[in-house]
């Protein structure tokens, strides 16, 4: 069974791995704030979070983010958090990365050109073609006409 209620990093989650364990009843827990929107030495006092999602509802922790793409362009970004989860990168696989239209458009983009670059790999006549100039040029004509086609 998953530890849900009073939890603080220290011993495994079995739901998400996390490491946390049981804060008694009568303790306080601290949380920080670690976004720009926030005035330092003026912490808000609040009684009624009972657990982790309480402090998440609560505070609702966002961050603006600039991006820049492939152009060299900036996109602008807001990340929100709604659990601890939402942190996560997992070398692009996480929820971070799940949130976050610019970043699963990157990633996706990767998961392409790795599929390619890999039938290339195992295709030795593809290789072939690609190996000599006039060849290449064929099958790049090829290509754009086909993609022509598909965007008419």
Same mark, same amino acid.
């Given at each position: ?38 005035? =330092?030495?003026?912490?808000?006092? /609040? *009684?009624?979070?009972?657990?982790? #999602? +309480?402090?998440? =509802?609560?505070?609702?922790?966002? /961050? *603006?983010?600039?991006?820049?793409? #492939? +152009? ?39 998961d392409v050109n790795e599929k390619i670059q890999?039938?290339?790999?195992q295709n030795r006549k593809l290789r072939d ?24």
């Amino acid at each position: 069974m998953a530890i849900r209620e009073n939890f603080i990093s220290m011993a495994p989650d079995e739901e998400s791995n996390a490491k946390v364990s049981l804060i008694d009843q009568n303790k306080t827990l601290m949380i920080d704030q670690y976004t720009p929107n926030v005035e =330092a030495g003026h912490p808000e006092l /609040v *009684e009624d979070i009972q657990n982790i #999602e +309480d402090a998440f =509802a609560h505070f609702k922790p966002s /961050v *603006e983010v600039d991006f820049v793409d #492939e +152009d060299g362009g900036s996109v602008n970004e807001t990340l929100k958090f709604n659990e601890l989860r939402d942190f996560e990168t997992q070398g692009g696989k996480g929820r971070m990365v799940q949130n976050s239209p610019f970043l699963s458009g990157v990633k996706m983009k990767i998961d392409v050109n790795e599929k390619i670059q890999k039938s290339i790999e195992q295709n030795r006549k593809l290789r072939d073609i690609l190996k000599e100039a006039g060849s290449r040029a064929e099958l790049k004509e090829v290509l754009q006409a086909m993609l022509a086609e598909l965007e008419a």
